[in-house]
Every structure is written in structure tokens, then in C-alpha cells.
């Protein structure tokens, strides 16, 4: 299985995980699921970081790709393609980088692993974090 991670859902995973429901637990432990973290996650972190409203124990530049690597999250990128497929999405939800991320599991054909029930409006695979 290919999971996108919502970015709540990996910073939970991260420094919180009993926020998450077993079965999230289980999906990210598991060898056979392939674990995605988009760019537009690490764009939100950054920004929310540069604002004062994520601490973090170093900067997102060296935070964020170091706990990428160990935990074995792999990028995914923001491509045009998922830009331009953001128009064709309902405004059931207005966040720019929820949007993105519905798009990109779109595109890409992924489940979109969120706590967020916003998404469920959208068609798009979801499966809940909590």
C-alpha cells in the first residue's frame, strides 16, 4: 500500500504517536506500506515553524529530512500536475496545503492517512488517523 501522511499525522508519529489509532500505528509500522511525506507538508512546516506556531528541536531544513531518513518516510514532490488538479477540486475545504495533499493522493493514487474529517468530503481514499 502507498499512504500519504497528512502533516499532522507525521509530526504525531514523530513526537506524539499515542495521538494516533492503533490501526494508524499498525500502517505506519508496517514493512509493506510505502509511507509518503509531500514537499507541500514540509512547506507547511517550515512556514508554521518561521511563525512561532511549531516548535521544533532544530530547524525544519535539518529536522524534517533527518526524520524522513529514519523513520523511512520517502519524499514525494509537488509536480505541476498536481498543481493544475487543484482547480477541478469542490471548496469543501479552503487550506491550500490540504488541498495539495487531496490532489496529490489523487494524481498519484495513494490513501491519504489524516485525523482531519474534512477530507472525507472529497474523492479521495481516506484512512483515519485517530
Known amino acids: 500500500m502507498r499512504l500519504l501522511l497528512d502533516t499532522h499525522v507525521w509530526l504525531w508519529a514523530r513526537t506524539e504517536p499515542q495521538r494516533l489509532g492503533e490501526a494508524a500505528r499498525e500502517l ?10 509531500s514537499a507541500a507538508s514540509t512547506w507547511e512546516i517550515a512556514i ?14 535539518e529536522y524534517v529530512p533527518r526524520r524522513m531518513q529514519t523513520s523511512g518516510v520517502l519524499p514525494l514532490a509537488v509536480e505541476h500536475a498536481h498543481a493544475v488538479h487543484v482547480a477541478t477540486l469542490p471548496l469543501h475545504h479552503r487550506d491550500p496545503f490540504d488541498r ?9 493514487r495513494m490513501r491519504l492517512l489524516t485525523a482531519d474529517p474534512a477530507f472525507e468530503a472529497y474523492d479521495v481514499e481516506v484512512v483515519k488517523a485517530a
Open 28 to 37: 505506519l509500522e508496517d514493512p509493506d506500506t510505502d509511507l509518503y511525506l
Open 48 to 61: 508554521k515553524y518561521s511563525l512561532g506556531k511549531l516548535p521544533l528541536p532544530t530547524p525544519p531544513a
Open 100 to 108: 495539495l495533499l487531496i490532489v496529490q493522493a489523487q494524481v498519484e
